[in-house]
């Protein structure tokens, strides 16, 4: 599967030196349905780019004040995420996983390096720069529920309060 990187705007204005370094260590999988692809309490050590199908957000931890910060609840889907999704960017570059994500359907994905990732961004300013300006979905969700969890509005459901 031959994957045009300038598509996505993270990799737009990368030298030609790097497109072809990404085209070269970069490695295409496939993922069944219900595979985990990001898993709690694990920093991955590649971020994927979903090319085909789709794949789930997951809430796995209760937003209850009783329950411990890593008891779990009842597993619900946030928000499904799809073609040109970043996964496992926003946990390498907090150095903090938080992101729970599952295949929807089978999905095809673009596997790059931790290592590709971070000399991207220590090097390329465009890549740099549209990762300190575009947040993640899964980023988005770990904030807002922290904060929930953290507030007097622990008992509200989180789906219903951030509507994403």
Do not use: H
Not at 23 to 45: C, F, H, M, R, W
Not at 104 to 117: G, H, K, N, Q
């Amino acid at each position: 599967m031959e994957v045009n990187f300038r598509n996505f705007k993270a990799f737009e204005n990368l030298s030609e030196s790097n497109i072809n370094r990404i085209k070269k260590e970069s490695q295409i999988k496939k993922y069944g349905l219900g595979s985990p692809i990001s898993v709690a309490d694990t920093i991955p050590n590649e971020i994927l780019i979903i090319l085909e199908g789709e794949a789930r957000l997951i809430n796995q931890y209760s937003l209850n004040a009783s329950f411990s910060e890593t008891e779990l609840a009842t597993p619900e889907t946030v928000a499904k995420v799809g073609t040109g999704t970043f996964v496992g960017l926003s946990s390498i570059l907090r150095a903090q996983s938080c992101e729970v994500i599952c295949a929807a359907t089978e999905i095809i994905v673009i596997a790059l390096s931790d290592s590709i990732i971070l000399d991207l961004y220590k090097k390329e300013d465009s890549f740099r720069n549209w990762c300190n300006s575009t947040i993640q979905i899964s980023e988005i969700y770990s904030i807002a529920f922290k904060l929930i969890r953290n507030s007097s509005l622990s008992n509200l459901s989180l789906k219903k309060v951030v509507p994403i």
